[in-house]
C-alpha cells in the first residue's frame, strides 16, 4: 500500500467500519446457522449460544432431508435461478447493445419503456401473469418461473449495460467492422468481454431476490415436483406450530448455493475491475 | 484511375452539419493527409470514406467503384485508429490476421503476408503476446499491421500518433512515409498537427467546419495560402496577423522567420518573452499599436526581455488579407 497516501488513522477508521458493518450483516447468518445445530428446547433457552456437547443436534436436518423431496427443491430453485440469469443477461445485454450502439427512430423512447420496468413492481401484474400462464398451459412449470423473472430482471439490465456499452471504444467495433466482423461476433467477442463486471453486478442483483422468492412460486408453481427450495421450506412453519429445528436447517442449506454462484461472479467482477485497465 | 474519389458529400447528424459539399480525389499511391482543429469533421469524412458512416448526400468511389452501399470490408480499405483499437483478447498475430481470415484467405497466405508485415515492423518477437502486454508505439505498429497485411487500395488513419510521446511520433512519422515509399499505396492521414501534415503529405487538405478551405502541395499552400485560416493554420510558430496601418481593414500576414531585427524598422516594440531553442530563438513582441507578434531567429541571440525591439520584412514575404480573411493578390 502506498504510505504517502494512507494515513494511519484513517486506514483504521475505515477498516473498523467495514468490520463493524460485515459483523451486523453476518450476525443474522450465524445465529441462523448455529441453531440449525441445536435442540428445540436450546433455541429456545439461548439462541445466541454455540452448540455445545449438550445441546448440539442434526434433528433439523434430519427433519428436511426425510420430509418432501428437498434435493429436488433444491435442483427446482438451482434451474430457475440460473437459467433466469442467462436469460437477463443475454436479452439485457442484446437490448443494451442496440440503445447503445445504433441510432434509429425511437431510440430513447425505447430506452425510457424499458426502464420503465425498473420502477413498476412486477407483482402489480400478477393476476393478469396467472391468467396468461394458465391460457399458455405453463402453469405449475419451471417455465412460468423463468419467464416471469427474466422479464422481472430486463429493466435494470439493459438500464446499466447500456450505460456501460457506451464507454466500450467506438473505434474498436469500427476496426472489426472493417476486418469483416458480423454485428454478432462484434457483440459477442468483443463487447461482452468488456463489460463484464457490469454483467456480473447485474447477476448478483438479480441472483438473491429470485432464489428467495416465495410470491410467484406460491401462485404460478405450487406443485410438489417443481416446487422451489423457498416455498418447500413452508411446510415446516404452520398456522400454529412451526419447526423451528427445521426451518433453521433449510435455511442454511439455501445459503450455500447462493454463496458459490455469489463467487463465480464476484470473481469475474474483481477480475473485471483489476484488468480494465487496458485500452 | 483515382484510389479516391468524393463528389458532392455532404453529412448530417440530425440538424447538424457536419460535412458540407466536400469533392476530393486521392489520385493512386498518393499520401493525402486531411489537417484541420479539433471538431472540423476529419474524422466523420474519414468514416464516411470507410463505410462507418453513411453520406446524407454525394458519392464516394474507392478505386473507380461507387462503395455508397458497398459494407466497410468489402470496400478494400484498412484503417488505423488513434486508440490503436487493438483487439484485446487476441495475440498480435490473430490482430493481424482476422481480416484475411474473415475474407476466407488460405492459411499460407496469411501466413506470408503476416510475415512479411511483422519484418517491416519489426514485430517479430511479439507476435504471440497480447495487446495488453505492448507498449503505446508497439500496439500502434502492430495497428498498422493490421492494415498492411490487407492490402488494401486505400490506407486511412485517423491521427495514429497522437497517443504517442513526442520522440516516438518523430519516429513512427518517419516509418510510416517509409512505409508509403515501399509500398506505394494511397493513403489518406488525418491529423489536428500541421507538423505532421506538412512533413508527410504529397497533398495536404485543410478543413474548416465541414468545408474544405484548400488542397494543395505542402509548399503551395505555405507559400500561397489562398485565406487567412489556411496561412494561420500551416506554419510554426504560427504567421503573425496585423491590422493595415491605414485603418482602412484587412489585414498584413508575415511569417515569424521573414521577420528580422534591424534599426528603424517599419515595426517597433516591447519584448514580452524570449524562448531559446538552441538552434532558434523565438521573440514575442508586443508593438506599439499593441498587437501581439512572434519574431523567429536563426541562431542563439542574447536579448533582454522588457528590451526595445524595431522589426522589419520584405514587402514580397508578406501576404495581405482583405476583411473577410480572403488573400488579396498584389
Ligand atoms: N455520431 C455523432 N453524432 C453527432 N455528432 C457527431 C457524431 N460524430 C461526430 N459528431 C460531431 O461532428 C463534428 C466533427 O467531429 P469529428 O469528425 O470527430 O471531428 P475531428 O475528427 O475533426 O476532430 C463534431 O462537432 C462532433 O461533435
Ligand atoms: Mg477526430
Known sequence: MNKARHNKTNVIAAHAALIAYTLIALFPVFVIVINSFKTRRAIFREPLALPNADTFSMVGYETVLKQGDFFLYFQNSMIVTVVSLFFILLFGAMAAFALAEYRFKGNTLMGLYLALGIMIPIRIGTVAILDMMVATGLVNTLWALILVYTAQGLPLAVFILSEFMKQVSDDLKNAGRIDGLSEYRIFFNLVLPLVRPAMATVAVFNMIPIWNDLWFPLILAPAEEVKTLTLGSQVFIGQFVTDWNAVLSALSLAILPVMALYVVFSRQLIRGITSGAVK | ?330
Open chain 2, 1 to 330: 484511375m483515382p484510389a479516391l474519389k468524393l463528389e458532392n458529400v455532404y453529412k448530417s447528424f440530425g440538424s447538424v452539419d457536419v460535412l458540407k459539399d466536400i469533392n476530393l480525389t486521392v489520385e493512386d499511391g498518393e499520401f493525402v493527409v486531411f489537417v484541420g482543429p479539433s471538431g472540423c469533421g476529419k474524422s466523420t469524412l474519414l468514416r464516411v470514406i470507410a463505410g462507418l458512416e453513411d453520406a446524407t448526400k454525394g458519392s464516394v468511389f474507392i478505386a473507380g467503384e461507387q462503395v455508397n452501399d458497398t459494407p466497410p470490408s468489402r470496400r478494400g480499405i484498412a484503417m488505423v485508429f488513434q486508440s490503436y483499437a487493438l483487439y484485446p483478447h487476441l495475440s498480435v498475430k490473430a490482430n493481424m490476421s482476422l481480416g484475411l481470415k474473415q475474407e476466407k484467405q488460405p492459411k499460407d497466405l496469411i501466413e506470408t503476408r503476416v510475415q512479411k508485415a511483422s519484418e517491416i515492423l519489426s514485430l517479430n518477437d511479439y507476435l504471440d503476446r497480447h495487446p495488453a502486454e505492448l507498449s503505446g508505439g508497439q500496439r500502434q505498429r502492430v495497428a498498422i499491421g493490421r492494415a498492411i497485411v490487407r492490402e488494401p487500395k486505400l490506407f486511412l488513419f485517423d491521427e495514429p500518433l497522437s497517443n504517442l510521446d513526442a520522440a516516438l511520433r518523430m519516429n513512427t512519422r518517419i516509418e510510416i512515409a517509409e512505409l508509403h515509399r515501399t509500398l506505394s499505396a494511397s493513403m489518406v492521414y488525418v491529423t489536428h498537427d500541421q507538423t505532421e501534415a506538412m512533413t508527410l503529405a504529397d497533398k495536404i487538405v485543410v478543413l474548416r467546419d465541414g468545408r474544405i478551405e484548400q488542397v494543395g502541395s505542402p509548399m503551395e499552400l505555405y507559400n500561397n495560402p489562398a485565406n487567412k485560416f489556411v496561412a494561420g493554420f500551416l506554419g510554426s510558430p504560427a504567421m503573425n496577423f496585423l491590422n493595415k496601418p491605414d485603418g482602412q481593414g484587412g489585414t498584413i500576414g508575415i511569417r515569424p522567420e521573414h521577420l528580422r531585427v534591424a534599426k528603424g524598422g517599419k515595426i517597433t516594440g516591447k519584448i514580452t518573452h524570449i524562448e531559446n531553442l538552441g538552434s532558434d530563438t523565438n521573440l514575442l513582441v508586443r508593438t506599439d499599436t499593441n498587437e501581439p507578434i512572434t519574431v523567429r531567429l536563426f541562431g542563439q541571440h542574447a536579448m533582454d526581455v522588457g528590451a526595445k525591439v524595431s522589426l522589419t520584412y520584405d514587402e514580397d514575404q508578406a501576404f495581405e488579407f482583405d476583411n473577410d480573411g480572403l488573400r488579396v493578390m498584389r
